[in-house]
């Protein structure tokens, strides 16, 4: 039995050790979760777990959340931001932009009425993946737009 469990578990470790630099989790059998460390401008930083698409709500988080309640139009900027970070979300190829991350929290945080910022028809959700699909692929094509729109619904 004891032997069972460490054939088991060297196998694991086998298959945890290997790194999908670039590849979404969900595409990558085996992948194991990773943490991503984002710094936004004035020194806002969240972590980033690419395995669940989610920000881990720690201390940081939740600092944030007051700091962008305080300061929304500042993080309603941060949305043109298109650096590469090493976030991953779904089935979504590309890496994450910081812009991406700004989107997602004033959405988490505000609930976004995303056929109006997006003037498109998201409601198409896979079970594995907190986002509509299409999201990421939009917001990347059509940033400005989509900031603008964010923009005006907070001004109105």
Request: net charge negative; aromatic share 14%; charged share 25%.
């Amino acid at each position: 039995m004891f032997l069972l469990f460490l054939l088991l578990e060297s196998c694991l470790n086998n298959n945890t050790d290997k790194k999908y630099k670039g590849e979404s989790p969900d595409h990558v059998a085996g992948a194991v979760d990773s943490i991503t460390f984002v710094t936004f401008e004035k020194g806002y930083t969240v972590i980033w777990k690419n395995l669940t698409s989610q920000f881990v709500e720690d201390s940081s988080y939740f600092a944030l959340k007051s700091r962008v309640t305080n300061n929304k139009m500042d993080f309603v900027k941060m949305i043109l931001d298109s650096t590469e970070t090493n976030a991953v979300a779904c089935s979504y190829k590309l890496h994450l932009a910081k812009g991406d991350l700004a989107f997602i929290i004033l959405h988490k945080l505000y609930n976004l009425p995303l056929f109006e910022i997006y003037e498109s028809q998201l409601d198409v959700l896979k079970y594995d993946c907190p986002y509509p699909d299409g999201m990421f692929e939009l917001l990347h094509k059509e940033r400005k737009k989509i900031y603008e729109n964010t923009r005006i619904f907070f001004n109105s």
